[in-house]
């Protein structure tokens, strides 16, 4: 679903005068969306800017030269673009300069696309961002009761395109992946002191899915600043392996002001960084990797129709908590998520009283639908 309208998006926009950026994590199947729409068009050009010779020949690169490189080409393509210094630049010049050129960018790291914003292509661009497959894509493929029966499957291994592909290879496929993207869009990043410690703080976040974040208490485990710290974070965010919820503070005087939580856009990374995969009946934190899945998901959820809401955790001083809440044009909805079929959960009173009129759900293996395929 998701896919399938981004495909649609980017094949009607294409050849209407703006750059089409393509964002997500490495391996989301950014390439292979891209090659399905293509491939069967003439006159394009695909740069995979991974390779050393197409940094070096689109490094600082003047439309003269731009124009030599692309020839008779209407489509051009940069694949990884990140990966190129001043991106932003080149893009900015194609869309400017070669406006019979289409160009797209995709891009699993937001280091050197994050220049994007910084360069004057406002109005210029259009952008997506590609999640690895959804649980509305598998429900589509196969069947909400087969997708269901996986749940316990994805907790552990996630839904990276390749991973699904491949059953039997999961944990090969994974560590390939981590040792992917923490080393190309992390670990060798200009600049980067202790990349060793970027190793050290994942395999924290992971241990503490689930749990309100304190970046002064990383900071003493792994042995850097709350700053450092900080900043690791947000590269992280900015390399689509994790993201951050706040907490919500409104109205109570004991409310959390400054909590967060951390979690990681995909399960199997979170069980690979620290080489994790026994099956979920047998694992204590299966409750931390239900949360941390319907969270991801409900992240595509949200993307997938459009959706412009807020979202946080909430808690008090008291340690009363909801796992999730929304606040969508001033209505409020809240979640908790329960591994057990039979555990129960109700709704603060201390919330509902400072947040009147909130609907509440339960969300469990067995209704998960109701979570990632409709609103409350």
């Known amino acids: 679903m998701i896919k399938r309208a981004i495909a649609e998006n980017i094949s009607g926009r294409s050849g209407k005068g703006k750059a089409i950026l393509l964002f997500g994590p490495r391996q989301s199947g950014k390439t292979t969306l891209l090659h399905q729409i293509f491939d069967k068009k003439k006159a394009v050009r695909w740069f995979n800017c991974d390779e050393t010779d197409v940094q070096q020949l689109l490094e600082n690169a003047s439309t003269p030269r731009l124009k030599a490189v692309f020839g008779t080409n209407t ?10 210094t001043n991106i932003g630049r080149a893009l900015k010049l194609i869309t400017d300069e070669l406006r019979e050129i289409q160009v797209i960018a995709t891009g699993s ?17 259009w952008e997506y961002f590609l999640y ?38 999961e944990k090969e496929i994974l560590k390939s992946l ?17 990349p060793a410690r970027i190793v050290t703080l994942l395999q924290a976040l992971a241990f503490q ?8 208490e990383l900071g003493r485990t792994i042995g ?13 965010e900015k390399a689509y392996v994790v993201f951050r919820v706040s907490a919500l503070s409104r109205n109570l005087r004991k409310e959390l002001k400054r909590g967060r939580k951390i979690y990681f856009y995909d399960n199997g990374v979170r069980n690979a960084l620290i080489a994790q995969f026994s099956p979920i009946e047998l694992r204590p934190d299966r409750g931390a990797l239900w949360e941390n899945y319907l969270m991801a998901e409900r992240r595509k959820y949200i993307a997938c129709n459009g959706l412009w809401v807020n979202s946080w955790f909430w808690r008090t001083q008291d340690q009363q908590e909801v796992d999730y809440v929304e606040e969508q044009d001033g209505t409020f909805k809240a979640w908790e998520f329960k591994w057990g079929a039979r555990e129960k959960a109700r709704l603060s009173k201390t ?26």
């Open 75 to 84: 489509t051009v393509i940069f694949d990884e673009a990140q990966r190129i």
């Open 109 to 125: 790291s937001a280091f050197e696309l994050a220049n994007l914003t910084q360069e004057p292509l406002t109005g210029r661009k």
């Open 132 to 169: 690895p497959f959804s649980f509305a894509e598998m429900v589509a493929h196969h069947g909400l009761m087969e997708e269901k029966r996986m749940i316990s499957h994805r907790l552990v291994y996630g839904c990276y395109p390749e991973v699904v592909n491949n059953p039997g290879k």
């Open 178 to 194: 981590t040792d992917s993207f923490l080393y190309k869009d992390i670990l060798m990043m200009e600049g980067l002191k202790k």
């Open 209 to 216: 899915t689930g749990n309100e974040v304190s970046y002064s």
């Open 224 to 236: 850097l600043d709350n700053q450092t710290v900080e900043k690791y974070i947000d590269l992280l």
């Open 351 to 376: 919330f509902s009283n400072a947040y009147p009129n909130t609907k509440f759900a339960v969300i469990t293996p067995g209704n998960v639908e109701e979570f990632l395929s409709r609103p409350v």
